[in-house]
């Protein structure tokens, strides 16, 4: 663990380094463990200290208060310079998963908003294929009234690619399902190998009920990777 920590916080340190600059005005901070670091590599320059900082979830908007740092909202600032984010999974063509942690449509929401969508993570997170490495699925969210109509659509209209495992996501230290940050359920639909990603993704997003899809394609444009060894590697 001492390993895969270090390669985060290295990949985090150069993709702050490489693209977040005193000539910025706007920066997304995305959600995860990784994001921790690049929050630590922004504090530790001071030229950035007057930049806004639009966060994506409850984590990240601590990261920022709790930093001293500007914080900002969307609705304010809907032209980002850079959205610095984490991924649970990336294919070669920087197709991920992301919402492991239930805050998928703020993540796309601001990372649709960014001039550039940078990933960073460790090693583990590379895959040849979406669903190969990340094997809890796709993170759907959906209005909580329509959960079961959404997994029945799950079973019986997709076209694509059809589903081994749906399952709606229940909360760990309470009883129930997870509640996202806009009130919905999430249900993790897990596809086995994903061969057409942005074809899914259109035909789940075209479900009624669906409210936003972590699936995050032809969105980013390079992406760091913290690797067991020490070194970062990169992907665009």
């Not at 980013?220 to 020490?230: K, L």
Request: hydrophobic letters at 45%; one cysteine or more.
């Amino acid at each position: 663990m001492a390993t895969i920590e270090a390669g985060k916080k290295l990949a985090a340190y150069k993709a702050v380094d490489d693209h977040i600059t005193a000539d910025c005005k706007v920066i997304g901070i995305g959600s995860g463990s990784t994001v921790v670091y690049v929050v630590e590599r922004i504090l530790q320059k001071p030229e950035l200290a007057n930049l806004v900082y639009i966060p994506t979830s409850f984590q990240s908007k601590l990261l920022i208060i709790e930093g001293g740092l500007t914080l900002g909202s969307i609705e304010q600032y809907p032209d980002i310079d850079v959205t610095i984010d984490g991924a649970d999974e990336v294919d070669p063509q920087l197709n991920a998963i992301k919402g492991g942690g239930a805050c998928q449509f703020q993540e796309k929401v601001v990372a649709e908003a960014a001039k550039k969508f940078v990933i960073v993570a460790d090693y583990r997170k590379k895959s040849t294929k979406l669903g190969v490495e990340w094997t809890k699925g796709v993170p759907i969210e959906v209005v909580p009234m329509a959960y079961k109509l959404v997994m029945r659509s799950l079973e019986s209209k997709l076209t694509v690619q059809q589903p081994l495992e749906s399952k709606l996501r229940m909360a760990i230290n309470k009883a129930g399902p997870v509640v996202t940050d806009n009130g919905n359920f999430v249900i993790d639909a897990h596809f086995g190998a994903i061969e057409r990603p942005a074809c899914l993704l259109k035909e789940l997003k075209g479900l009624t009920g669906v409210y936003e899809v972590g699936l995050f394609c032809n969105m980013a444009q390079i992406a760091y990777f913290g690797e067991a060894d020490g070194n970062v590697s990169t992907l665009v």
